[in-house]
């Protein structure tokens, strides 16, 4: 089947220290992989995604690379802010077939000054 | 025009009202979703449009019923609502039915009393 697995959370970081949020995937095709952000009270945005192997996507110092040996896309930033602060889901989208979006539970990051 | 808007961004509702979620888009997708989002879970899909044709009904009750009047709207008709079906309720839309990226909109928080 399809899943998404991520890091447990909550995760709380002091301001400008580094992240790593782990993510891993099961997939019966060629998926694309994203990273969504929800801020308190909000919709999700996209972060940023990666569509191929070794692909990298990256946004406001944040990044990902698609791994398909490990089947992983661990979100990582090297300085992280209090405007951070938010709930961080990945995610994937099969190649074909019904853009269904498998979600991984979520981590909520909090960012301490 | 980038956005995905949803009315009303809350909603509380008696078990027996009738009452409907709005979502609009104007970026001419083809695909349209509705997701339901529960506290501190990933959202679940529910519904899937594409080119204003119902594509997917993951199992939902039929008291929640979609309606897609033309390519840039959306709605959600609710009828003898549940207290369990207090949540998030998310708008997306994708270029197409596929491995597009989905955008979201910024939900409409329901409460049924």
């Known amino acids: 089947g399809n899943s998404v697995t991520q890091m447990e959370g909550p995760v709380t970081l002091s301001e400008e220290a580094f992240l790593t949020i782990n993510c891993t995937y099961t997939?019966?095709?060629?998926?694309?992989l994203f990273w969504y952000v929800q801020y308190p009270g909000e919709g999700l945005q996209l972060l940023l995604k990666a569509t191929k192997a070794d692909d990298k996507g990256s946004n406001k110092g944040f990044e990902a690379t698609y791994r398909k040996e490990t089947t992983s896309f661990h979100l990582e930033k090297g300085s992280v802010q209090v405007s951070d602060s938010a709930v961080y889901f990945c995610?994937?989208?099969?190649?074909?077939?019904?853009?269904?979006?498998?979600f991984g539970t979520g981590t909520r990051l909090t960012v301490i000054p | 025009d980038t956005e995905v808007t949803q009315t009303p961004k809350h909603l509380v509702m008696g078990m027996t009202n009738k009452k409907s979620l709005k979502c609009e888009q104007h970026?001419?997708?083809?695909?349209m979703y509705w997701y339901k989002q529960k506290a501190k879970k990933p959202p679940e899909l529910m519904f899937v449009y594409s080119y204003e044709k119902l594509s997917i009904n993951e199992s939902v009750p039929s008291r929640f019923s979609p309606e897609c009047p033309n390519s840039s709207l959306l709605n959600l008709h609710l009828h003898a609502l549940q207290p369990e079906d207090s949540a998030l309720y998310l708008c997306a839309s994708s270029p197409r039915e596929g491995p597009d990226t989905q955008y979201f909109g910024p939900g409409t928080r329901l409460t049924v009393l």
């Open positions: 997939a019966t095709g060629y998926p694309s």
């Open positions: 970026m001419g997708h083809r695909a």
């Open positions: 995610a994937l989208s099969l190649q074909t077939g019904a853009n269904n979006l498998f």
